[in-house]
């Protein structure tokens, strides 16, 4: 009798094919998590056990990228156009941390990142997280610990999405090393219920997370997952003045945004296109965009339904949205009786 299996879509497959993998599987706390979420490190570095599979597309890609780049290194070292001591796709262990760098070629590491070009246009503004410079000085670290020498760290950045190219090159600089054993050891010394969840339950990081359920486990039902938040501290007038501060904070960065921006506009050269300028004094230059983009007038939309005589097409949201206003107390007394 043959068996009924339900279609599987191309994710669905890359998505089996990645959990599959090894390295898919591997459970102990990696260089890869250095810098990242610190309950998610605690998890793993406790040994606690997955409650979700993990895994997207978007890293998926990533590890097919990393596999051809691997095997065309491994077809240059065969030809030797490369070094036959070079190290491609090596296992290395520092401090109990498991790690495996893409490329190490005397006395040059160099890992591959892939990302969207959205964010690659900020690392070429701010330069790497530091998640990715512990990783890779994690790298170098074990290689130093095995007699190797390494004085230059290449961070190699691939767009995934325009094939946009983007690398960062330093030296090796050992309090990198030391901030991030540093990391670990307060993580590994707070209890686990105290960790901090550095992502928001709605970011990729979360959402892709093998134990997203654990971490937000305890929110109030059909609620935000952040409710956990207060449910672990009852404290409603406190988490008020957080709001209200993050408020009054969030409106003084946007008046000294729209300041700095109004005066930085004597500098710009341009009426329209893409102009780069220079700050002498400042370690950035400046961007300047300036473009005539085209939206909808929904005014004028709204005229020309009515002049039909016909209602503006609208289409109810799946999902309630919920608006926050802090009111002064004595609104409570003056609000209507039901």
Not at 16 to 28: C, L, T, V
Not at 57 to 74: E, F, K, N, P, Y
Not at 182 to 199: G, I, K, M, Y
């Amino acid at each position: 009798m043959a068996t009924t299996t339900a279609p599987r879509t191309t994710a669905d497959l890359l998505l089996e094919w990645d959990r599959r993998r090894p390295r898919s599987q591997q459970s102990a706390f990696g260089m890869s998590e250095l810098g990242e979420c610190r309950r998610r490190a605690g998890y793993r570095l406790a040994g606690i056990a997955p409650t979700n599979i993990g895994g997207s597309l978007q890293a998926v890609m990533g590890t097919g990228i990393h596999d051809a780049a691997a095997s065309a290194l491994r077809d240059l070292q065969t030809e030797g156009l490369i070094p036959a001591d070079a190290l491609i796709e090596h296992e290395v262990s520092f401090a109990g941390i498991l790690g495996h760098l893409d490329m190490y070629i005397d006395p040059e590491l160099t890992d591959i990142k892939t990302t969207s070009a959205r964010w690659l246009a900020k690392l070429k503004v701010q330069g790497p997280p530091t998640s990715h410079l512990w990783q890779t000085h994690g790298y170098a670290a074990a290689l130093i610990a095995e007699g190797r020498k390494v004085s230059r760290i290449v961070i190699d950045y691939l767009a995934r999405d325009t094939g946009e190219q983007w690398r960062w090159t330093g030296r090796f600089d050992p309090q990198h090393v030391r901030d991030a054993l540093d990391w670990v050891t307060e993580v590994r010394s707070t209890p686990l219920d105290e960790l901090a969840r550095d992502h928001h339950p709605d970011s990729a990081w979360c959402q892709h997370c093998p134990f997203r359920d654990l971490c937000w486990e305890g929110a109030v039902a059909d609620r935000d997952p952040r409710s956990v938040l207060f449910v672990e501290d009852p404290d409603a007038a406190e988490w008020a003045r957080k709001l209200e501060d993050a408020r009054d904070r969030k409106k003084a960065a946007e008046a000294d945004e729209k300041t700095a921006k109004g005066a930085l506009d004597a500098l710009r050269p341009n009426s329209v296109g893409v102009e780069l300028v220079a700050v002498p004094g400042y370690d950035k230059a400046l961007k300047y965009t300036v473009s005539f983009p085209e939206r909808l007038d929904g005014e004028q939309v709204r005229k020309d339904y009515a002049a039909a005589g016909r209602p503006v097409p609208v289409k109810k949201s799946d999902k309630g949205e919920v608006k926050v206003e802090l009111v002064e107390a004595d609104a409570l007394a003056a609000r209507p009786t039901p």
